[in-house]
């Protein structure tokens, strides 16, 4: 999975340790999110969603072996 | 009415709340240190080394469920990974250590020995440890 969590933190101009308050979880899992370390839940996608103010999809996207056959 | 299902499941999420807080890790760690000077320091197998032996356990037990300073959905997730293993390292070893303690004793010492397990304590040390270690090892590698 992609995401453009570093593009929507530079947009707000917050840190990894500012959105990691925001959103009640540590620095840590804020840098492995970005680095594709860790695919986060469904809460806490929808918690930074909140906090971009976007819809998860505009940040988060499957890569193309990922997609489900429609 | 509740069903039976509602209610094991109602128990089963009670259990979820097992863990101890973040302070505890410090008196696992300190039970831990001070549970090893009666091993560096007895010889003879007294019921002090039993003690000392069964104090291991417990220090790395309360290492093992104390919550970190931030326990979000990653923690969770990597101390999931630490126990899952862990369980399988200490199951492998469990299995396969008759097998060579069997064979290095067929080459080394050239006599047939029969089959003989693994101590009880050695399993849940070795359980413990491996997910303690490999846990810690889990967090530096998401710094």
Known sequence: ???????????????????AKKIGVSRQTINS???????PSTVLALKLSMVFKKNVNEFFDLEENEMPII | MESFL????????????????????????????V???????????????????????IG???????????????IKSLRMQSFTFAFIFAVFITITNPL??????FVFAEQ?????????????????????????RLKKMHQ
């Open chain 2, 112 to 136: 047939q020995e029969i089959f003989s397990g693994i101590g009880d304590w050695i399993i849940l040390w070795m359980l413990l440890s491996v997910q303690v270690f490999y846990f810690e």
């Open chain 2, 35 to 57: 549970a090893f000077i009666p091993l560096f320091f007895t010889t003879k197998d007294t019921s002090s080394k039993l003690i000392a032996k069964y104090s291991i356990l």
């Open chain 2, 60 to 74: 790395l037990l309360i290492i093992s469920i104390s919550k970190e300073k931030i326990e979000d959905e990653l």
């Open chain 1, 33 to 39: 999110i970005e680095k594709n370390r860790y695919i």
């Open chain 2, 100 to 105: 060579f303690s069997y064979l290095a004793n």
């Open chain 2, 6 to 33: 509602d209610c094991e499941r109602k128990d089963i999420n009670k259990l979820k709340k097992y863990q101890l807080p973040n302070q505890a890790k410090n008196i696992g760690w300190l039970i831990l240190c």
């Open chain 1, 1 to 19: 999975m992609n995401n453009r969590l570093k593009v929507e933190r530079a947009i707000l101009d917050i840190t990894q340790e500012e959105l």
